[in-house]
């Protein structure tokens, strides 16, 4: 009945020594516990290993004996003791579930820990429901196992699930946007993946192909084959998600053929690093300058003695990982958990089955009657173990923190930081500040990359199998054109592209950190000639030959579907250009128009306080001229404000203060006077530049004839942006000389076409004429590469650094001219009437020293008066009173 049962004689012989040991020394402490040998209740557990990784199962079930024995000789007083029943899968999802049913059926095991892989654990899982016998698996980590919703199952592991937001975001941290997941076709990789496909989504991320490997590859030619194909592809950023076995021997041969080089980028999931070793970090030599996501175990004190005590016993048998510490913590798990069921059980392990009448061996299975209870009390387990806080929340460990490691001088691994489930990479656990980690930058983790260099990769290259070159395709035209101009040289015949757009390329590869190898390749046929429009250049993008799309393409929607292009270079926008004509004023009331309305009256105001300071400050003095009466006064003071115009005034000043007040006032009747007449001047005698027509509804209501460039979107957008136009005013043209002969002969009246090409049209042919307005949206010219394509986000970025900065510029003028000589190449519409606003500045001063100056007459009156006032005052209201009337007899 028990031939198929591994007993513990497939220990060690170090092994043997121990447990028998563990047994004497829980003998003696039962006896000092008053618990004899006879109280203690054995029940026995099943563990599930695989004789074909026999370092793993030993690891395992070594660190599961420890757990027992450390457990029982700390607890003397439990009752319930677990006895193994190790027995061996062959490494096979059948020989798995074989060996669980034998478990349950002859050995009569109250729970199983193991098996090894997933694929094994998903067979597992449902023998488990079905005979209500819990399994705790510390190794088996693909997230579609929580699926299933056994609740049965315990996972006393990461899953996988975690793992995924911490590789999106060394991802996102590095800014690489194209990834290629490397996976094995199981269990254990397919579970994962729309996990990570869905991380990866959420930073935009994208997935351009996915390498699925053989979980048992026939021989290193299959390997080699899909690495092979991988090498050849742009991406250059692999995830690597394989057991550490099968990962070992992939990057042994992706090192054989040049992809650990420099440029490369290798990120292993747990299922290679949690197979490191705890105690030596030792790895192989192929795997420098990787980065990996392990899972973090905290340094205490506890795990510390573990390792000495495992250092000693086992250090030149088998390496301890990651796994065999939740090994350890999923037996001390169970061994809780049985000690804390609320059923009473009984060391008689038949009584705790019920047996199944039925005519198939799988369904007589038995039924473990304190299944149900033995399941409760796994879930509300809760401890401090070896990898922290031990707690099954919906039967899953919620482990979330990762290290991330990089591999380096070729011998041993280093922690460059961590991932706490907070989407942020962070230096190290203790920076914090607010309560809150302190982020880190990309210096900060001092990452060696493959190759030995230190600098990012960019996690992409051009595809080798189109050749190390990339294809730009660039328009052909029947005529010279300053944007694009392709010739070919008299006697090689080899192509020579130039232009406006060609030299903004070339900027813009400048800039890049990257070199990047191309070739221009003109768009044309048999005969030398355009092979097609602009849209078809573009699908030629789509169809993949060629790399891109370099020209004065412009960037519109329908384009837009087929392939991505980079932000636009230049200006965007369709705009109107006019003839200017010469404009003289006519108007019989252009007298009035060099100030506004604002203005004259400002002007009034000024001259009637101008009036009212200079009476208060001249009325007590003996002035004849000024008259007798304050009536008569105030009317000369008005006249002698307005005369101050002409300098016609013959009165005389007598005070200092109405002095400073005239002197002040004259200067600013000279500046109104000045500017009055030059503006007027200006007005009659100069001949002004003004656009024919100022609107696009003028241009309609008139019947004017409208000019489109031949070949371009503009003609369908004017047919739908302006449905009420007569199609017989629209003309077409070929080129801004034809354009201009149009104007010049009055074919045509006005022009529409993008912002960049009439921009160096007003400029040729300046000051004829002018662009006066932007009736419709257009996204401006840009470089057009396949859907998808790593290069886009590089090379807007890159725009943008040489658009802001002197060399568009200059650029520009190499191409079109000087623009600082011409008029404003967009026209507005402004008025040439001088406003408050010119003078505000003016008036501010004269007001206030004008104010200043009657505060002071004010002052020096009453300090006058003072005297005379001072014996007939009896109080303050009788001052007050009294001065009034003073002031009005005056």
Same mark, same amino acid.
């Given at each position: 009945?028990?031939?198929?049962?591994?007993?513990?004689?497939?220990?060690?012989?170090?092994?043997?020594?121990?447990?028998?040991?563990?047994? $004497?020394?829980?003998?003696?402490?039962?006896?000092?516990?008053?618990?004899?040998?006879?109280?203690?209740?054995?029940?026995?557990?099943?563990?599930?290993?695989?004789?074909?990784?026999?370092?793993? &199962?030993?690891?395992?079930?070594?660190?599961?004996?420890?757990? =027992?024995?450390? +457990?029982?000789?700390?607890?003397?007083? !439990?009752?319930?003791? =677990?006895?193994?029943?190790?027995?061996n899968s062959n490494g096979s999802v059948v020989g798995a579930a074989a060996a669980a049913v034998d478990l349950v059926t002859n050995a009569k095991v109250h729970a199983i820990i193991g098996p090894r892989t997933s694929m094994q654990?998903? +067979?597992?899982?449902?023998?488990?429901?079905?005979?209500?016998?819990?399994?705790?698996? %510390?190794?088996?980590?693909?997230?579609?196992?929580?699926?299933?919703?056994?609740?049965?199952?315990?996972?006393?592991?990461?899953?996988?699930?975690?793992?995924?937001?911490?590789?999106?975001?060394?991802?996102?941290? %590095?800014?690489?946007?194209?990834?290629?997941?490397? !996976?094995?076709?199981?269990?254990?990789?397919?579970?994962?993946?729309?996990?990570?496909?869905? #991380?990866?989504?959420?930073? *935009?991320?994208?997935?351009? !192909?996915?390498?699925?490997?053989?979980?048992?590859?026939?021989?290193? $030619?299959?390997?080699?084959?899909?690495?092979?194909?991988?090498?050849?592809?742009?991406?250059?950023?692999?995830?690597? *998600?394989?057991?550490?076995?099968? &990962? !070992?021997?992939?990057?042994?041969?992706?090192?054989?053929?040049?992809?650990?080089?420099?440029?490369?980028?290798?990120?292993?999931?747990?299922?290679?690093? /949690?197979?490191?070793?705890? =105690?030596?970090?030792?790895?192989?030599?192929s795997m420098h300058g990787v980065i990996g996501v392990k899972s973090y175990i905290p340094r205490t004190k506890w795990l510390k003695d573990f390792l000495d005590r495992w250092n000693m016993s086992s250090k030149h048998n088998v390496d301890l990982n990651v796994f065999g510490l939740w090994a350890y913590?999923?037996?001390?798990?169970? #061994?809780?958990?049985?000690?804390?069921?609320?059923?009473?059980?009984?060391?008689?392990?038949?009584?705790? %089955?019920?047996?199944?009448?039925?005519?198939?061996? =799988?369904? /007589?299975?038995?039924?473990?009657?304190?299944?149900?209870?033995?399941?409760?009390?796994?879930? /509300?387990?809760?401890?401090?173990?070896?990898?922290? *806080?031990?707690?099954?929340?919906?039967?899953?460990?919620?482990?979330?923190?990762?290290?991330?490691?990089?591999?380096?001088?070729?011998?041993?691994?280093?922690?460059i930081g961590y991932w706490t489930g907070q989407n942020e990479i962070i230096k190290n656990l203790t920076s914090v500040r607010d309560g809150k980690y302190i982020k880190a930058g990309i210096d900060d983790l001092e990452v060696i990359w493959p190759g030995n260099s230190k600098i990012v990769p960019a996690g992409w290259v051009i595809p080798t199998h189109k050749g190390k070159k990339m294809r730009i395709g660039v328009p052909v035209k029947d005529e010279s054109s300053k944007f694009v101009n392709f010739t070919r040289d008299p006697k090689t015949k080899s192509p020579m592209v130039t232009g406006f757009c060609i030299d903004m390329f070339k900027e813009v590869l400048a800039v890049l950190p990257y070199h990047v190898d191309y070739d221009f390749v003109p768009f044309e046929n048999s005969e030398g000639k355009a092979a097609g429009t602009y849209d078809d250049l573009v699908h030629q993008v789509y169809l993949g030959k060629f790399d891109a799309a370099v020209g004065d393409i412009t960037i519109v929607s329908n384009r837009s579907e087929y392939v991505d292009f980079t932000l636009p270079y230049t200006e965007s926008g369709v705009t109107m250009v006019v003839p200017l004509q010469e404009t003289k004023q006519k108007s019989a009331w252009v007298f009035v128009q060099p100030l506004t309305w604002d203005l004259w009256l400002t002007s009034g105001c000024f001259f009637i306080f101008f009036a009212f300071s200079f009476w208060v400050l001249e009325r007590d003095h003996p002035n004849q001229e000024l008259g007798n009466t304050p009536l008569r006064q105030f009317g000369k003071s008005l006249w002698f404000s307005f005369a101050t115009l002409y300098f016609s005034h013959r009165e005389n000043v007598n005070t200092v203060l109405a002095r400073s007040v005239v002197i002040i006032c004259s200067f600013v009747v000279l500046v109104l006077t000045s500017s009055y007449t030059a503006s007027l001047t200006s007005m009659l005698t100069v001949a002004r530049l003004e656009p024919s027509v100022t609107t696009i509804h003028q241009v309609i209501e008139d019947g004017k004839v409208i000019g489109y460039p031949k070949g371009s979107f503009v003609f369908e957008l004017l047919k739908h942006q302006l449905p009420n136009v007569d199609l017989s005013k629209l003309r077409m043209f070929n080129t801004h000389t034809e354009l201009h002969h149009d104007f010049v002969n009055g074919y045509v009246d006005v022009a529409f076409d993008e912002t960049p090409y009439m921009k160096p049209f007003t400029i040729k042919y300046c000051p004829k004429y002018s662009m006066v307005a932007r009736p419709f949206k257009a996204g401006g010219f840009g470089f057009a590469f396949p859907k998808g394509s790593i290069m886009v986000s590089d090379i807007s970025k890159a725009i943008l650094d040489v658009t802001e900065g002197a060399r568009m510029e200059q650029i520009e003028k190499a191409w079109f001219g000087d623009a600082e000589n011409c008029p404003d190449i967009i026209t507005k519409t402004t008025s040439n009437s001088l406003n408050v606003k010119n003078f505000r500045g003016l008036f501010l001063i004269v007001a206030v020293v004008v104010s200043i100056v009657l505060v002071l007459s004010a002052l020096v009156r009453g300090i006058c008066n003072r005297t005379s006032l001072s014996n007939n005052i009896a109080s303050l209201p009788i001052y007050l009173t009294t001065l009034m009337n003073m002031e009005l007899l005056k």
């Open positions: 009945m028990m031939k198929n049962i591994l007993m513990v004689t497939i220990f060690p012989i170090w092994e043997l020594i121990f447990i028998l040991h563990c047994s $004497l020394t829980m003998k003696i402490t039962f006896a000092s516990n008053n618990i004899t040998s006879d109280m203690i209740i054995p029940l026995n557990i099943g563990v599930i290993v695989d004789e074909d990784d026999k370092d793993f &199962g030993t690891m395992s079930t070594s660190c599961i004996t420890m757990a =027992l024995s450390d +457990f029982y000789a700390s607890h003397s007083n !439990y009752k319930t003791r =677990l006895k193994i029943k190790l027995i654990t998903n +067979f597992l899982i449902s023998i488990a429901n079905f005979c209500q016998v819990p399994i705790i698996s %510390f190794s088996a980590t693909s997230p579609s196992l929580s699926s299933i919703r056994s609740k049965y199952f315990f996972r006393a592991t990461q899953s996988d699930s975690l793992q995924v937001k911490a590789i999106s975001a060394i991802v996102n941290f %590095f800014r690489w946007k194209s990834v290629v997941p490397i !996976y094995v076709d199981n269990e254990f990789g397919d579970g994962m993946m729309p996990f990570l496909a869905d #991380a990866l989504q959420e930073n *935009h991320i994208n997935i351009p !192909y996915r390498s699925i490997i053989n979980p048992l590859p026939s021989s290193d $030619l299959e390997i080699l084959n899909e690495l092979y194909k991988l090498k050849t592809m742009q991406t250059r950023v692999f995830i690597l *998600h394989v057991p550490f076995p099968l &990962g !070992y021997r992939l990057l042994e041969k992706a090192n054989d053929i040049g992809m650990m080089s420099e440029g490369y980028v290798w990120i292993l999931t747990t299922g290679i690093t /949690n197979g490191f070793s705890v =105690l030596d970090s030792s790895v192989i030599e913590d999923a037996a001390t798990a169970l #061994a809780i958990a049985i000690e804390n069921m609320k059923s009473n059980l009984q060391e008689d392990n038949d009584d705790a %089955f019920l047996m199944r009448n039925s005519s198939t061996s =799988l369904n /007589n299975l038995p039924v473990f009657s304190s299944g149900k209870d033995l399941q409760e009390s796994l879930s /509300n387990t809760r401890f401090d173990g070896l990898n922290g *806080h031990f707690e099954f929340i919906n039967g899953q460990l919620q482990l979330s923190t990762f290290e991330i490691i990089n591999i380096v001088n070729y011998n041993a691994s280093k922690v």
